[in-house]
């Protein structure tokens, strides 16, 4: 059984960092893309980051690019999102999601994350 436990969120002031990790358990972690998702207050979730099986390819949403910085250690199981420049629009709880694939081009919509982690909240004042 997969299991995905988000660490890292919390209150932070604009313009400031976040570093978000997720423990992933249950399958051979290094063979499977990961993603980072988020979802604000009364909006879909949306699709932040994502980073392929052996870390070579990663991809972003356009909202994030250039302050958001998505990783890997296979050796540990875990995925990261590094956050810079933090803005109050950033604000949502933020998912870690492991893929039934390996690769990351054309998977922002979401449908081949088959495995999700709780969710960590990230909230960011102005």
């Known amino acids: 059984q997969v299991q995905l436990v988000e660490s890292g969120g919390g209150l932070v002031q604009a313009g400031g960092s976040l570093r978000l990790s997720c423990a992933a358990s249950?399958?051979?972690?290094?063979?499977?893309?990961m993603g980072w998702f988020r979802q604000a207050p009364g909006k879909e979730r949306e699709f932040a980051a994502g980073i392929s099986s052996t870390g070579r390819y990663t991809d972003y949403a356009d909202s994030v690019k250039g302050r958001f910085t998505i990783s890997r250690d296979n050796a540990k199981n875990t995925v990261y999102l590094q956050m810079n420049s933090l803005k109050p629009e950033d604000t949502a709880v933020y998912y870690c999601a492991q893929s039934a694939r390996n690769y990351v081009y054309d998977q922002r919509g979401g449908t081949a994350y088959n495995y999700w982690g709780q969710g960590t909240q990230v909230a960011v004042s102005s």
């Open positions: 249950g399958r051979t972690f290094s063979n499977y893309a």
